[in-house]
Each structure stands twice: as C-alpha cells, then as structure tokens.
Nanobody, 113 residues
C-alpha cells in the first residue's frame, strides 16, 4: 500500500484529532502532498496542501483550524485538526500531486455535535 491514512475517530465538536499519512513513494520529498476528504453524498474536496518546500494552502472551510505538515525523512504527512465541527465529518485521504490512481486507505473522522 503506497498511501495509508490513520488517526481518525469519533470526537466531540470543538475537539482535536491528528491524522497521519504514510506515503511509500519513491522521491517522496519531490512531491507536493495533499489531504482530501469526502463526506457521504458529496464530492471529494481538497482540504490542505503542502509543497515540497513546505509551503501550505488550505480550503477556506478549514483555514485557521487545520495544519498540514510533513516529515520527508519518515515519508509522512500530518493533518492537525483543531476546533472540529460536525461538517468536518468525512473520510480523509492523502495523496501526492499529481495524485496516484490508487488512493489507498482513508480514515474516518466523525464529529458529534
């Protein structure tokens, strides 16, 4: 499995979770990495991006609450999620840019209101 997300779970609104993504990619440090999420009945959306140099971008809906980071030595990408809201409930995935066809294992985040 090249991409494996973990760290999801059930949390109350206002709580925090830290997602991890193990990315077994050759030349991992050369790729921008992204976190995506998909809620039931909705399209997959881009949540956060980090360039190979560490520059970050966020969807308006999560800016100021989520933080993406990476560890090139460990080939890991992280998503720290604070002040969680019910609308953050979704399956979360990571992928490189450009994305691999195989999205690997996502992780479910459920926020109870």
């Amino acid at each position: 499995v090249q991409l494996q997300a973990s760290g999801g779970g059930l949390v109350q609104a206002g709580g925090s979770l830290r997602l991890s993504c193990s990315a077994r990619l050759n030349a991992f440090s050369a790729y921008a990495m992204n976190w995506y999420r998909q809620a039931p009945g909705k399209e997959r959306e881009l949540v956060a991006s980090i360039s190979r140099l560490g520059n970050t971008n966020y969807a308006d809906s999560v800016r100021g609450r989520f933080t993406i980071s990476r560890d090139n030595a460990k080939k890991m990408v992280y998503l720290q999620m604070n002040s969680l809201k019910a609308e953050d409930t979704a399956f979360y995935y990571c992928n490189r840019q450009p994305p691999l066809d195989n999205w690997g294992q996502g992780t479910q985040v459920t926020v109870s209101s």
